[in-house]
């Protein structure tokens, strides 16, 4: 069996246990987006658990704001919000991981007056309620690089531990990778190589803003979706060249994005592969992987391990039991009433009552 705690993570780095918050978005950002009192309390809780947490997805300007009262670190006055952040996590002892976010064509529509949906190219998503998006320009790419590199410099400045580019779930990183939303025909479009030019720039500047501002054992890690459904869509195959150029980068970890960590191919479903075994072959610079989906036990935690994965991102289960790891660490039940000691913002509280998938996972809301 693995072992699950004081795991050294890169080298510089020891964690106090395997476990990853999955990213989670609360929804319950103060009007002026910054970090409400309710949020602190739910990363406060957490922190103590977890050995690494990686917080919702944070708007790094103010046309990358995908929801309502989503947390944003769109410029120098979010610092004192971001700050109250990433102690919050780190008070616990977890590491604190700030996930960069950019919605793109998957923006809510009518967050602000005068909102610019904006995408790799004006393709609407295959979504009901779906923005036109509007085609970034080529000099507009770069901006957008640009305010991911702004952002950055603020987590540094903020006390995160790391960042993570969130490249997948459809929001813009993907979109440039995407076949489906990146028509473009300049430098960012076209082959597969060219829909690879926009994450890899992002990550060259994160390595680089990394030199230039933060210590020798900040985290960069890069989330993705291995597969879309849309056709033409990101295919498995895409997605082993991408693991493959970012395992060849100086970053420290790639996340999984999956439904279920054990879960093959959704796009050929005659391949009983899991998607992991393709992606391990494909992570030649041995870069660590974090996988999520599903993970309620420890017999889960250990499958994932032995399947490829060296973490473990937990999300819904994180949402009602704030002492989700030591239950599973001790092989324990997990709570599953997400009540007042759950310590869930109202807002996020209020959204996921609404998701089936909570009901048809066991868990409740009080
Ligand atoms: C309430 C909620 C909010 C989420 N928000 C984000 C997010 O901000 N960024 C992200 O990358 N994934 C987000 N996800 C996806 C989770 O990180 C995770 O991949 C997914 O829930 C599957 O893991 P699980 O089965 O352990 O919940 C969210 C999931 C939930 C339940």
């Given at each position: 069996?693995?072992?699950?705690?004081?795991?050294?993570?890169?080298?510089?780095?020891?964690?106090?246990?395997?476990?990853?918050?999955?990213?989670?978005?609360?929804?319950?950002?103060?009007?002026?987006?910054?970090?409400?009192?309710?949020?602190?309390?739910?990363?406060?809780?957490?922190?103590?658990?977890?050995?690494?947490?990686?917080?919702?997805?944070?708007?790094?300007?103010?046309n990358a704001q995908a929801f309502q009262?989503?947390?944003?670190?769109?410029?120098?006055?979010?610092?004192?919000?971001?700050?109250?952040?990433?102690?919050?996590?780190?008070?616990?002892?977890?590491?604190?991981?700030?996930?960069?976010?950019h919605g793109g064509r998957m923006n809510a529509i009518g967050l602000?007056?005068?909102q610019d949906i904006v995408s790799a190219s004006s393709v609407k998503a295959e979504r009901v309620a779906a923005a036109i998006p509007r085609a970034?320009?080529?000099?507009?790419?770069?901006?957008?690089?640009?305010?991911?590199?702004?952002?950055?410099?603020?987590?540094?400045?903020?006390?995160?531990?790391?960042?993570?580019?969130?490249?997948?779930n459809t929001y813009l990183?993907q979109q440039?990778?995407s076949?489906h939303s990146n028509q473009?025909?300049?430098?960012?479009?076209?082959?597969?190589?060219?829909?690879?030019?926009?994450?890899?720039?992002?990550?060259?500047?994160?390595?680089?803003?990394?030199?230039?501002?933060?210590?020798?054992?900040?985290?960069?890690?890069?989330?993705?979706?291995?597969?879309e459904y849309e056709n033409?869509g990101?295919?498995?195959?895409?997605?082993?060249?991408?693991?493959?150029?970012?395992?060849?980068?100086?970053?420290?970890?790639?996340?999984?994005?999956?439904?279920?960590?054990?879960?093959?191919?959704?796009?050929?479903?005659?391949?009983?592969?899991?998607?992991?075994?393709?992606?391990?072959?494909?992570?030649?610079?041995?870069?660590?992987?974090?996988?999520?989906?599903?993970?309620?036990?420890?017999?889960?935690?250990?499958?994932?391990?032995?399947?490829?994965?060296?973490?473990?991102?937990?999300?819904?289960?994180?949402?009602?039991?704030?002492?989700?790891?030591?239950?599973?660490?001790?092989?324990?039940?997990?709570?599953?009433?997400?009540?007042?000691?759950?310590?869930?913002?109202?807002?996020?509280?209020?959204?996921?009552?609404?998701?089936?998938?909570?009901?048809?996972?066991?868990?409740?809301?009080?």
């Amino acid at each position: 069996m693995e072992k699950l705690t004081d795991y050294e993570f890169n080298g510089k780095i020891v964690l106090k246990n395997r476990l990853v918050l999955a990213p989670m978005t609360t929804y319950s950002a103060n009007p002026d987006l910054t970090l409400s009192i309710e949020e602190e309390k739910y990363y406060q809780a957490r922190g103590k658990e977890f050995g690494m947490v990686i917080t919702a997805a944070t708007a790094i300007s103010k046309n990358a704001q995908a929801f309502q009262n989503q947390i944003s670190i769109k410029d120098e006055s979010y610092l004192p919000s971001m700050i109250r952040l990433s102690q919050a996590i780190k008070s616990g002892g977890a590491k604190a991981i700030l996930q960069l976010h950019h919605g793109g064509r998957m923006n809510a529509i009518g967050l602000y007056e005068n909102q610019d949906i904006v995408s790799a190219s004006s393709v609407k998503a295959e979504r009901v309620a779906a923005a036109i998006p509007r085609a970034l320009l080529t000099h507009e790419v770069y901006k957008v690089i640009d305010d991911f590199r702004k952002a950055m410099i603020l987590a540094i400045k903020a006390g995160f531990d790391g960042v993570e580019l969130h490249g997948a779930n459809t929001y813009l990183i993907q979109q440039f990778f995407s076949p489906h939303s990146n028509q473009r025909t300049d430098e960012f479009g076209g082959s597969l190589e060219k829909r690879l030019t926009f994450p890899l720039k992002l990550v060259d500047m994160a390595i680089k803003t990394k030199e230039e501002f933060a210590k020798s054992d900040f985290i960069i890690g890069y989330r993705l979706s291995p597969e879309e459904y849309e056709n033409p869509g990101i295919t498995l195959e895409d997605t082993k060249v991408l693991v493959k150029e970012l395992s060849l980068k100086e970053i420290d970890y790639i996340h999984v994005s999956l439904g279920s960590y054990k879960q093959s191919s959704i796009r050929n479903p005659q391949e009983q592969e899991p998607v992991i075994t393709a992606l391990k072959i494909a992570n030649i610079g041995k870069k660590k992987l974090i996988g999520v989906g599903g993970i309620e036990s420890l017999d889960e935690v250990n499958d994932a391990l032995n399947l490829g994965f060296d973490l473990v991102a937990i999300g819904m289960a994180a949402l009602a039991d704030v002492k989700v790891v030591t239950h599973i660490l001790n092989n324990e039940n997990i709570k599953r009433v997400i009540d007042e000691e759950s310590l869930l913002p109202q807002n996020m509280k209020n959204r996921v009552s609404q998701w089936r998938n909570l009901s048809s996972r066991g868990f409740k809301v009080k």
